[in-house]
């Protein structure tokens, strides 16, 4: 029995196929691996250096861009799994203080506004 799966999609692939699939050359693969920059985890044996597909697939989809203004493109197209969605970003944290600007206040705030009737 072996321990490494045979399905094409689970398996190791070497520095060179990695380069190839992020568009580099093998010695920028190396460098960025030596230098602890951003890439896939990577396994020693020995000597070689080697890439878990999926990790790689992973990686590849999570530093996917989506367009600006356009349709999302599904989640975990490259087999990634689901990511949560985008977080939501609250309009105020907190409502304005007397003194403080409040949203949409058109620059004064209640407290520095003249009363309505006086000018």
């Keep these: 029995m072996s ?14 196929e990695l ?13 960025l691996r030596r230098e602890g920059k951003d890439l896939p985890p990577h396994y020693v044996f020995g000597r070689k250096i080697r890439y878990w597909l999926p990790d790689v697939l992973l ?8 367009p600006a203004g356009g349709p999302k493109a ?6 990634g799994g689901s990511r949560p969605e ?6 105020a944290a907190h409502p304005a ?4 600007l409040a949203p949409g ?4 705030s209640a407290a520095l506004r003249e009363p309505e009737g006086r000018a």
């Design 19 to 31: 380069a190839a699939r992020l568009g580099y050359n093998v010695e920028h693969v190396q460098r």
């Design 74 to 79: 599904p989640v975990g197209a490259l087999g």
């Design 3 to 16: 321990c490494i799966p045979q399905d094409d999609n689970e398996r190791f692939i070497t520095e060179e």
């Design 97 to 100: 203080q007397p003194g403080e």
């Design 59 to 66: 990686w590849i989809d999570a530093h996917r861009v989506p």
């Design 105 to 108: 206040e058109g620059g004064k």
């Design 86 to 91: 985008d977080p939501q970003v609250p309009q």
